[in-house]
T-cell receptor, first 110, second 113 residues
Framework: RKEVEQDPGPFNVPEGATVAFNCTYSNSASQSFFWYRQDCRKEPKLLMSVYSSGNEDGRFTAQLNRASQYISLLIRDSKLSDSATYLCVVRRGGSYIPTFGRGTSLIVHP | GAGVSQSPSNKVTEKGKDVELRCDPISGHTALYWYRQSLGQGLEFLIYFQGNSAPDKSGLPSDRFSAERTGGSVSTLTIQRTQQEDSAVYLC???????????FGPGTRLTVL
């Protein structure tokens, strides 16, 4: 089983839709969790950290479920500009090297 | 403030030549990472530097790859005797202390002919 797994998609949604991605991780000692977005031929950029209590940033909500070992990202009121690949990143305790998922592709169409 | 910078942005070289890629991390960040990303693929970890500690080289794919970090700041990734399979985007990232989020540079797109 891969350390971090994501559905590659693509998720194809209309503008205004709500879409959610999950990311599962295998190491129960994982401590830090992040979502990054990567536009085509660009570098990954931090979207948000994921906290135990869950957190929200505008239209984006991130959740952590330690019992089931997954994190989620919810995007409300999708915009065309949300089209990108969303990378799940997990760092296990005691390690400085995070593990990146392969990413989930989102396409928002008019 | 200034983000992570990398140079060159693009590099085209011939098979068998050596190349050097440079990364300038965010000032004050002690942790520095190199990754590579082939077209349509995920990020592949190469090497990690933390302050003055010995680097974690566990991701380097062969002994043709090496990296240095001088004075705890600028880093150089060197690929000797380049091969066509080395063609990829090489990304550098820095982090305040290795526990927090990473910030990526724009990458160097390497093409080996």
């Amino acid at each position: 089983r891969k350390e971090v797994e994501q559905d590659p998609g693509p998720f194809n949604v209309p503008e205004g839709a709500t879409v959610a991605f999950n990311c599962t991780y295998s190491n129960s000692a994982s401590q830090s969790f992040f979502w990054y977005r990567q536009d085509c031929r660009k570098e990954p950029k931090l979207l948000m950290s994921v906290y135990s209590s869950g957190n929200e940033d505008g239209r984006f909500t991130a959740q952590l479920n330690r019992a089931s070992q997954y994190i989620s990202l919810l995007i409300r009121d999708s915009k065309l500009s949300d089209s990108a690949t969303y990378l799940c990143v997990v760092r296990r305790g005691g390690s400085y090297i995070p593990t990146f998922g392969r990413g989930t592709s989102l396409i928002v169409h008019p | 403030g200034a983000g992570v910078s990398q140079s060159p942005s693009n590099k085209v070289t011939e098979k068998g030549k050596d190349v050097e890629l440079r990364c300038d991390p965010i000032s004050g960040h002690t942790a520095l990472y190199w990754y590579r990303q082939s077209l349509g693929q995920g990020l592949e970890f190469l090497i990690y530097f933390q302050g003055n500690s010995a680097p974690d080289k566990s991701g380097l794919p062969s002994d043709r790859f090496s990296a240095e970090r001088t004075g705890g700041s600028v880093s150089t990734l060197t690929i000797q005797r380049t091969q066509q399979e080395d063609s990829a985007v090489y990304l550098c990232a820095s982090s305040l202390d290795g526990y927090n989020e990473q910030f990526f540079g724009p990458g160097t797109r390497l093409t080996v002919l």
